[in-house]
Structures are given as structure tokens and as C-alpha cells.
């Protein structure tokens, strides 16, 4: 009828009662702690998005995290967009929703698809993926792992255009 550590009744003998906390370790707990500890210390999150432009990435983006990521952005015309190659942009935001901070990181890739020849134009973006899971292998395997800063991208969108060829 008793179950682990608790007692069989409420009168308990002092020195059976310090045997009884002798065995206890803590480890029932260890979810609550660990909980406590990531709410605390808060969490990062990068999403990458990738396609073409005016296919509604930064709309979706603002909509989803209600912000306004992208206040300052500047509108290409047909003639910049033309010579312009692949970039990575990192925005980053902190966010908090009830006691819960949120450190989020959309990485962007303008120019993505809007050349005439898209040959290898996800190399860049395939280059940043990997250079950023590289970086965190290393900082997992180093000495200090306190403060390691996760860059990794945890999702990546990539939007399709409707008007595609094929």
C-alpha cells in the first residue's frame, strides 16, 4: 500500500524520517527545475525565408510574431533587383508573452530567385545553414559551454510563386 517515500502514517519515528530524506534525491522535480530554469533564461529561435520577391514573406512574418520587422526596408526597382545576388539579412527581436522571452531571429534573403538565371543562387543560403550548425558543433565542444548563443536556423519557409514555369 505505500508507494516510494511516502509514509505509512502520520506519526513517524525521527530517525526513520531522516532515512527516509537521506534517500530523496530530487530528480521527481527535475522537469519543474529545468522548466523554471528555459523560461527564465528565455528562448532563441531563427526562421530563415527564402523566395522570390512580392511573394508576402515579410507579411507573413509581421503577421505571425505581431511586429513590424521590417520598418526600414527599402523597395528595389525592376533595375536594382536585376543586378542585385542573394543576401542574408538577420532581424532580431525580442519578444515576451506572459513571463516567456523570445529571442527571435528571422534571417531574410533578398534577391533569392529574382534573377533571369537562378543557377546556384541557393548556394549562399545552403553555405549560411551549414556555417551556422558548424559554429554551434564547436561551441558544444569547447571548454565554456555557459553562454553559447544559438544561430542555428530551427525553420526555414520557402515560399513558391504561383506564376512558376514547368
Same mark, same amino acid.
Given at each position: 500500500?505505500?508507494?516510494?517515500?511516502?509514509? *505509512?502514517?502520520?506519526?513517524?519515528?525521527?530517525?526513520?524520517?531522516?532515512?527516509?530524506? *537521506?534517500?530523496?534525491?530530487?530528480?521527481?522535480?527535475?522537469?519543474? #527545475?529545468?522548466?523554471?530554469?528555459?523560461?527564465?533564461?528565455?528562448?532563441?529561435?531563427?526562421?530563415?525565408?527564402?523566395?522570390?520577391?512580392?511573394?508576402?514573406?515579410?507579411?507573413?512574418?509581421?503577421?505571425?510574431?505581431?511586429?513590424?520587422?521590417?520598418?526600414?526596408?527599402?523597395?528595389? &526597382?525592376?533595375?536594382?533587383?536585376?543586378? =542585385?545576388?542573394?543576401e542574408i539579412?538577420?532581424?532580431?527581436?525580442?519578444?515576451?508573452?506572459?513571463?516567456v522571452k523570445?529571442?527571435?531571429?528571422?534571417?531574410?534573403?533578398?534577391?533569392?530567385?529574382?534573377a533571369v538565371?537562378?543557377?546556384?543562387?541557393?548556394?549562399?543560403?545552403?553555405?549560411?545553414?551549414? =556555417? =551556422?550548425?558548424?559554429?554551434?558543433?564547436?561551441?558544444?565542444?569547447?571548454?565554456?559551454? *555557459? &553562454?553559447? #548563443?544559438? &544561430?542555428?536556423?530551427?525553420?526555414?519557409?520557402?515560399?513558391?510563386?504561383?506564376?512558376?514555369?514547368?
Amino acid at each position: 500500500m505505500s508507494t516510494g517515500l511516502r509514509y *505509512k502514517s502520520k506519526l513517524v519515528n525521527p530517525e526513520e524520517k531522516q532515512d527516509h530524506e *537521506k534517500q530523496y534525491v530530487g530528480f521527481a522535480t527535475l522537469p519543474n #527545475q529545468v522548466h523554471r530554469k528555459s523560461v527564465k533564461k528565455g528562448f532563441d529561435f531563427t526562421l530563415m525565408v527564402a523566395g522570390e520577391s512580392g511573394l508576402g514573406k515579410s507579411t507573413l512574418v509581421n503577421s505571425l510574431f505581431l511586429t513590424d520587422l521590417y520598418k526600414d526596408r527599402k523597395l528595389l &526597382n525592376a533595375e536594382e533587383r536585376i543586378s =542585385q545576388t542573394v543576401e542574408i539579412l538577420k532581424h532580431t527581436v525580442d519578444i515576451e508573452e506572459k513571463g516567456v522571452k523570445l529571442k527571435l531571429t528571422i534571417v531574410d534573403t533578398p534577391g533569392f530567385g529574382d534573377a533571369v538565371n537562378n543557377t546556384e543562387c541557393w548556394k549562399p543560403i545552403t553555405d549560411y545553414i551549414d =556555417q =551556422q550548425f558548424e559554429q554551434y558543433f564547436r561551441d558544444e565542444s569547447g571548454l565554456n559551454r *555557459k &553562454n553559447i #548563443q544559438d &544561430n542555428r536556423v530551427h525553420c526555414c519557409l520557402y515560399f513558391i510563386s504561383p506564376f512558376g514555369h514547368g
